[in-house]
């Protein structure tokens, strides 16, 4: 996992994450939430096409990659629109640009699911009573989530971010958190496998939650990742005993600006390594 930054450009935006239309679904989420505390049985009645309309600005965000795994998930495969805070539980999510990541099916359908470790209380909710009246939830709407292209039409970012410093869930939102802060790796050249692991006891809670919430540790990645390891590995060796300037130096230092490039999978583990040692490769594997 590595630390991912929107792309707010409003030439590329989806438009109707944005602006009038983004009230009107907060509004429409909040008339839902009023039924159903008039009557319990009634479930809100979410609409996957509008998240669809996300997808391609998210996976130009992450350069096809899924923001959990790093996988590049495009060559195979659609891949998802992940609600980060699933919206079962926080419906207000439902149609937020900020709730989501690109994700692939693997991270998101087999593993994560519904799920969303938190450590005490949830975030409260928009007050909804089964006797809020329209002008109530008009003048609701629009202010319950941020508007991501003027920050001054919704509820503000810094108090989204807050709330997501508060309530502190026990899983790393890339957008929000910074992976390198969380996360070492563990590589065995016998059984030839990376194990993403926790950086260090502080954070270990959280990284080892979020670990298990995406299967991270999958044995797929960790074979997957143990071959990008020994590239990452073998280069950066080649780039340390050769003489500065020599052909071979220069050939190796042209290789790892390659394995460093955004759309490499695995890049938040070459992070990981870029300020620290690594051990020389085996001579046979
Ligand atoms: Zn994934």
């Known amino acids: ?37 008039r009557q319990p049985t009634e479930k809100h009645k979410f609409q996957a096409s509008r998240w669809k309309q996300a997808k391609g600005q998210l996976i130009r965000e992450t350069i096809n990659k899924c923001a959990y795994c790093e996988v590049n998930f495009t060559t195979v495969a659609y891949g998802d629109v992940e609600h980060y805070r699933p919206k079962s539980i926080y419906w207000w999510l439902a149609y937020t640009y900020f709730n ?3 994700s692939c099916q693997l991270c998101n359908q087999k593993f994560k699911k519904a799920n969303f470790p938190i450590p005490s209380a949830a975030l ?24 991501p292209l003027d920050d001054t039409l ?29 996360f070492a790796y563990d590589h065995d050249d016998n059984v030839k ?18 670990i ?23 280069v950066r060796e080649i780039v340390e005993i050769t003489t500065p300037g020599s052909r071979p130096n220069r050939a190796a230092r ?13 890049l938040g583990m070459y992070q990981h390594y870029e300020t620290r040692p690594v051990d020389p490769v085996p001579d046979i594997i």
């Open 212 to 234: 298990d919430l995406y299967g991270l540790n999958r044995k797929d990645l960790r074979t997957k990742r143990y071959q990008a390891l020994f590239n990452y590995r073998a």
């Open 254 to 266: 042209a290789s790892l600006q390659l394995l460093l490039m955004d759309n490499a999978e695995f």
């Open 100 to 102: 989501y990541a690109p």
């Open 1 to 37: 996992m590595r630390r991912l930054n929107r792309n707010l450009d409003s030439a590329s935006f989806p438009p109707s994450f944005t602006g009038p239309n983004r009230l009107a679904w907060e509004l429409e989420l909040l008339q839902q939430q009023r039924e159903i505390r």
């Open 193 to 210: 496998e990376v194990w993403i692991i926790p950086l260090n006891n502080t954070v270990s809670g959280i990284a080892l939650s979020c």
């Open 154 to 182: 919704g509820r503000p970012f810094a108090a989204f971010t807050a709330d997501h410093t508060n309530e502190r869930p026990l899983s790393i939102d890339p957008y929000l958190d910074d992976p390198l802060d969380y």
């Open 124 to 147: 409260q909710a928009p007050l909804v009573r089964k006797n809020s009246s329209d002008s109530y939830l008009n003048r609701l709407a629009g202010f319950i989530t941020p508007d």
